[in-house]
């Protein structure tokens, strides 16, 4: 059996709590209304306001703000503001009349109107107005059962956490932390030095439920933080926004955003850095903004700022692509970083929140890949054609590389990476044909990144390329422009995709650390099999590799939403109608049959193939109905979808994954927490019914006479709703690495396996202060909770089979799990051929 685990979780302990609450006036409100209708005419004050920007300022610029709600017409508004202290109303009336400045008369679209309102809304922000709906009360945020009580319970006691660990200082292998108050639930360490350059240790705490129960958990994710610490370009271009963070008293830093602006003349635009409105007008209720270094001053001459005894002190958070700088701070935190913080942290938090302690693994299967010791090399490479046969169902499959003529040895060592992968296929059950073909000028960069310059690239492709009557693909070997305002990639991939071809890029100077004058044989190899990937291959030979488990005959149905999709040709347009907000899309997948299929409402057939979808997407997406169909297709969520399968698999076993987030929780309220507490239970994890559906659609429907299973997902530390770990320490003093499933009550954690490189070696072994340049990563949990199984079965052998599904994806060699199982991973990346303005969430 494999060592425990022990999750970054504390169980709260401390339950009573003073609360403080703000009304709303009435006549701000019926202001607040006119003004929101005057700036957008459509709005609807049965809805709520959007308020996005007033929170930020409010929750950024205030000390224990618990929530900030919303409000429309009809709500009430007796308990708007809450917080942990009394509410400082002063403070509270000069950021609303910031935020009215910065939302309703420096936009570019106000009118006069509009601008008048919000003069007379300011003139009626009154402090003894607001003081007037100041109560408080002793509030148990916790049942005796570990359930919140009340709706706040979640962020005040984390807010209350992270607040009573601000100004603590803890011994850190040799160096001391002290950690500053850097956000709601956030904290900073004091900025560390190496080689001039700077990083910090980040805690972030969040509450969370686990089902069935909804008992409440506090997490604790640990990360560093790495600063710009110097500038060497004189012309910086970096389009998204910087949220530095400046100190403003000792154990306190707040987040000012750096935006870019630019300047439109007859002759040229030039990009600039500034300080957002609200943000340096905030600063400047606590000290003076007068003197407050310009935006361009402090990206351009970063090491002025940064160090312990700049005044002001300001970081500037690095990110990967800020090619003006170089950093060699590395990335992440190690698993023995993880395990002294928490074990620095149990003492300080005795009183409030107590450790949850370890939790076991449950026997689980892994895929093993035919062992090299066992087998011949011909042997394997006959099971992969094998695979591949069956997976696409072709004879043939054909691959094109298109590069220049002095990407030759490149060409070449595509075809030999294949050729070592699958042998030689003459003569075999499938053949792979490879071709050779020049990309001539389609490669070069476009004059701009507007749908236009696309459609002209696509146009030009498809003159170039002749159509195909199959699917073929195309590896293009291309300079790296990403980022870059020509970028040809996106309009390649859809010119490729109407001549019938899938595509993979790779980069023709991608160099082995070892041997400079060679392409990196990973690289290459992650290239080749992920266009095999596209054509629906997956890494599993039920023959070879025999598994006693019955779950493992099932079709599985990943149910996926893409989120936020706008096409590119909507991208001069600024209405807001031409967003589609979702789309479902499913990927049916069987391990043993490597039948890969896909569905989406938008399909002229019921169902496609892998290859046949991804191809239909790009064109799809170009269409000008693409968003109406869209809307169509997601009004009624999943319902006809999961009722459609309830009766598909009757008799058959059918497993449907699900990934649970703000998303799909919106399209199928029964799969959170909330709905799952309120369920009548047979036995665990066999509901009597479950909900399916949204707001619009509801219905609450049974399943146990199917055959159809369902588990619900959620993803690790990114989320914050699924706890950090560490592991044991083994008798070398070296931490054990972890994977399979480990339980914990009702809920399952799986842990991919582990790769075998060096962040990952390092990260069980070493921490920052050894070599502050080292890289550390870990494999973060994946949460399975059965929402509906049949009564004979083990959830073992289902949670099991589906964190196996993570392991058989090919196109990624460098570790040997993806980070969802493989119909979600399939589904998600489909989304790579839709043209559209920015990347679908």
């Not at 300047?263 to 943000?279: P, V």
């Not at 940064?306 to 690095?318: C, D, E, H, S, T």
């Not at 195909?468 to 996106?490: F, Q």
Request: one cysteine or more.
């Amino acid at each position: 059996m494999n060592s425990p685990i022990y999750p970054m979780t504390f169980i709260p302990k401390k339950r009573n709590f003073k609360l403080y609450y703000l009304a709303f006036p009435k006549p701000w409100k019926e202001l607040l209304i006119q003004l929101q209708v005057s700036a957008n005419k459509k709005y609807n004050p049965e809805y709520y306001m959007k308020l996005f920007g007033l929170k930020a300022c409010l929750n950024g610029w205030l000390d224990e703000v618990v929530n900030v709600g919303n409000m429309k017409a009809n709500s009430d508004d007796n308990r708007w503001f809450v917080s942990l202290n009394e509410p400082d109303v002063h403070k509270i009336c000069k950021i609303m009349k910031i935020w009215v400045t910065a939302e309703y008369e420096l936009n570019d679209k106000a009118t006069s109107e509009t601008k008048a309102i919000a003069e007379k809304f300011k003139r009626e922000i009154d402090p003894d107005v607001l003081r007037y709906g100041i109560t408080s009360e002793e509030v148990c945020l916790f049942n005796e059962d570990g359930t919140a009580a009340v709706d706040y319970a979640f962020d005040a006691f984390a807010l209350y956490v992270a607040n009573s660990l601000n100004g603590k200082t803890i011994p850190f292998f040799g160096q001391k932390l002290t950690f500053s108050n850097c956000g709601l639930k956030k904290l900073v360490s004091q900025p560390i030095e190496y080689d001039k350059q700077y990083y910090s240790y980040g805690l972030q705490f969040s509450v969370q439920t686990t089902p069935p129960q909804r008992e409440c958990i506090l997490l604790v994710f640990p990360s560093v933080k790495r600063f710009v610490s110097n500038a060497w370009k004189k012309k910086i271009y970096l389009e998204e926004n910087i949220n530095a963070l400046v100190k403003m008293s000792e154990n306190k830093y707040r987040v000012m955003k750096m935006k870019q602006r630019k300047n439109i003349d007859k002759e040229k635009t030039e990009y600039f850095r500034d300080w957002n409105y609200a943000d340096i007008n905030c600063y400047g209720l606590y000290h003076s903004n007068s003197n407050f270094p310009a935006a361009e001053e402090v990206l351009k001459h970063p090491e002025n700022y940064v160090g312990k005894n700049a005044v002001p002190q300001i970081l500037l958070p690095y990110k990967f692509g800020m090619d003006f700088t170089n950093m060699k701070i590395g990335t992440g935190v190690s698993v023995k970083e993880k395990c002294e913080f928490y074990h620095q942290l149990t003492p300080l938090l005795k009183d409030i929140a107590e450790p949850m302690g370890e939790v076991q693994s449950v026997r689980a299967i892994h895929y093993n890949k035919p062992d090299k010791k066992k087998f011949e090399a011909a042997d394997i490479q006959k099971m992969r054609r094998e695979r591949l046969k069956v997976c696409t169902g072709r004879d043939k499959i054909t691959l094109e590389i298109y590069g220049h003529d002095s990407d030759e040895p490149l060409k070449n060592a595509i075809m030999e990476d294949i050729c070592q992968y699958f042998g030689d296929t003459d003569g075999s059950d499938v053949k792979i044909e490879i071709e050779k073909r020049s990309i001539g000028s389609l490669g070069d960069m476009m004059n701009g990144k507007s749908y236009e310059d696309h459609l002209l690239r696509i146009k030009r492709v498809q003159e170039c390329v002749e159509k195909s009557a199959e699917i073929k693909g195309a590896v293009v070997i291309l300079k790296n422009t990403s980022g870059e305002k020509g970028d040809p990639k996106a309009a390649l991939r859809a010119g490729f995709a109407d001549t019938n071809r899938l595509t993979q890029f790779i980069v023709p100077d991608v160099l082995d650390e070892k041997a400079k004058d060679k392409p990196s044989k990973s690289r290459i190899h992650g290239a080749v099999l992920d266009i095999f990937r596209q054509f629906g291959y997956t890494e599993f030979a039920d023959n070879r590799n025999t598994v006693k488990n019955p779950a493992c005959a099932a079709d599985v149905i990943g149910v996926y939403a893409y989120q936020t999709l706008r096409p590119l040709w909507a991208a001069e347009s600024k209405s807001p109608v031409l967003t589609a907000k979702f789309l479902p899309a499913y990927v049916t997948f069987n391990a043993r049959s490597g039948q890969v299929k896909a569905e989406c409402g938008l399909f002229d057939e019921r169902e496609l193939s892998y290859p046949e979808a991804l191809i239909a997407f790009s064109k799809l997406s170009r269409k000008d109905d693409f968003v109406d169909k869209c809307n169509q297709v997601a009004r009624g969520g999943f319902v006809t979808k999961l009722l459609g399968l309830r009766d598909l698999y009757k008799e058959s076993d059918g497993l449907v994954l699900v990934s649970c987030n703000g998303l799909t929780r919106n399209l199928w309220h029964g799969i959170s927490d909330t709905s799952i507490s309120g369920y009548n239970m047979k036995k665990p994890f066999v509901p009597e019914k479950i909900k399916i559906g949204n707001s619009i659609s509801e219905r609450t429907e049974a399943f146990t006479d199917s055959h159809l299973r369902i588990i619900r997902l959620r993803e690790g530390v990114s989320t914050l709703e699924v706890p950090d770990y560490y592991t044991e320490i083994n008798a070398k003093g070296d931490f054990t690495r972890a994977s399979g499933v480990y339980r914990h009550k009702d809920v399952f954690w799986g842990i991919d396996l582990c790769p075998n490189n060096f962040e990952f070696k390092d990260s069980y072994k070493k921490c920052r202060a050894d070599k502050p340049t080292l890289n550390f990563d870990e494999c973060a949990l994946m949460e399975y909770y059965p929402l509906q199984l049949r009564e004979e079965d083990d959830p073992k052998q289902w949670v099991g089979y589906a964190n196996l599904l993570r392991e058989l994806m090919p196109e990624n060699p460098s570790r040997q799990s993806v980070r969802l199982p493989a119909p979600l991973h399939l589904a998600k990346l489909m989304s790579e051929y839709f043209l559209l303005c920015d990347k679908e969430k």
